[in-house]
C-alpha cells in the first residue's frame, strides 16, 4: 500500500509548484485589469483622510494622545481583515464561470488552488500596507518601539491575513456564484466596525463589548498598538485578547488555519462531483 502512496516530499513540491504557477496567474490578472488594482490601492489612503480629518476632531483619545495614531492600527486590521472579501469574490467568480472545472480536469495538486489563491492574496496585502503606511505618515502617524516591534506588528498582520484568505477560499466556494459573493461584501464589514478599531470599547454595551472584544480584528488593532507604542493601549481589567493581544493573534490565526485549510480543500473537491 504503501508503494501506491507519492512520498511527502514529492507530494509538497507538486503543490508548492502548481501553487505558485496559480499565483502567478491571479497577479497576471490585476495586471490585466489594472483598474481593480488602482482601486485597492486608493481604498487605503481614502480610509485615513476620512477617518483620521473627519473623525478625529470629534472623538477623544482614551489617556490623551493624537486620534491619527490611535486610528492607524485600527485601519491596518480593517486592509488586513479584507482578505475576506476579495479572496471570496475571487474565488467565487472562477467557480461561477468554470475555471475551478477546468482546474480539476488538469493532473494538478488539490491543495494548489486554494493555495494559489491565499498566497497571491498575501502578495497583493503587501502593496496595500505599503500605500496604509505611506499615507499614515503624511498624515502624522509613526511608530515609536523600534525596529523589531514594529516589524513584528506588521508580520502579524500578514500572518492574520493570511488565515483570513482561507475563511475566503471556503466561503466563495460555498456560495454558488459571484453575484452571491458581492451581495455577502458588506455582511463582513461589520467585523471590522464591532471592534476597537476606530473607538475604544468601553461605551459599548455588555453584550456588545464582549462581542468585540473578542473579535480577532480588536486583537489585530491592540497588538499593532502595543508593538508600535500608539496610544489607546488597553491595561487594568480587560478581557483577555486585550489583554494578551499578541498571543489572541497567534491563537486565531491557529484556529482559523485548522478550521479552513481542511474544509476548503474538502469544499473544492465536492463541488466537482
Known amino acids: 500500500m504503501t508503494a501506491l502512496t507519492p512520498p511527502i516530499g514529492p507530494r509538497l513540491r507538486w503543490t508548492f509548484t502548481d501553487g505558485l504557477t496559480l499565483v502567478g496567474r491571479e497577479l497576471g490578472r490585476l495586471r490585466q485589469d489594472p483598474g481593480e488594482l488602482v482601486a485597492a490601492l486608493i481604498f487605503p489612503a481614502i480610509m485615513v483622510v476620512l477617518f483620521g480629518y473627519v473623525f478625529g476632531s470629534a472623538i477623544q483619545v482614551p489617556g490623551g494622545g493624537d486620534y491619527r495614531e490611535y486610528l492607524m492600527p485600527g485601519l491596518f486590521s480593517m486592509v488586513t481583515f479584507s482578505a475576506?472579501?476579495?479572496?471570496?469574490?475571487?474565488?467565487?467568480?472562477?467557480?461561477?464561470?468554470?475555471v475551478m472545472d477546468r482546474f480539476r480536469s488538469m493532473p494538478m495538486a488539490r491543495l494548489a488552488v486554494p493555495f494559489g489563491q491565499t498566497g497571491a492574496d498575501s502578495l497583493i496585502g503587501l502593496p496595500l500596507l505599503a500605500i496604509m503606511v505611506g499615507a499614515g505618515l503624511l498624515v502624522g502617524w509613526q511608530p515609536h518601539r523600534g525596529l523589531i516591534?514594529?516589524?513584528g506588528a506588521f508580520l502579524l498582520m500578514m500572518l492574520l491575513r493570511y488565515a483570513l484568505s482561507w475563511v475566503?477560499?471556503?466561503?466563495?466556494?460555498?456560495?454558488?456564484?459571484?453575484?452571491?459573493?458581492?451581495?455577502m461584501v458588506p455582511l463582513f464589514l461589520p467585523f471590522t466596525m464591532l471592534s476597537n478599531s476606530f473607538v475604544p470599547t468601553d461605551g459599548m454595551p455588555g453584550w456588545l463589548r464582549f462581542l468585540a472584544d473578542w473579535n480577532p480584528v480588536s486583537a489585530i488593532t491592540a497588538a499593532s498598538r502595543e508593538l508600535f507604542g500608539n496610544p489607546g493601549v488597553t491595561s487594568g481589567d480587560v478581557a483577555w485578547p486585550l489583554a494578551h493581544p499578541v498571543a489572541a493573534?497567534?491563537?486565531w490565526s491557529a484556529a482559523l488555519l485548522v478550521v479552513f485549510v481542511p474544509l476548503s480543500v474538502r469544499t473544492y473537491k465536492r463541488r466537482g462531483r
Not at 168 to 183: E, F, I, T, W
Open 84 to 98: 475576506v472579501m476579495g479572496v471570496m469574490t475571487r474565488v467565487a467568480t472562477d467557480a461561477s464561470r468554470g
Open 249 to 251: 493573534v497567534l491563537l
Open 149 to 151: 516591534p514594529t516589524a
Open 168 to 183: 475566503g477560499v471556503y466561503v466563495g466556494l460555498a456560495v454558488k456564484n459571484d453575484q452571491v459573493a458581492d451581495a
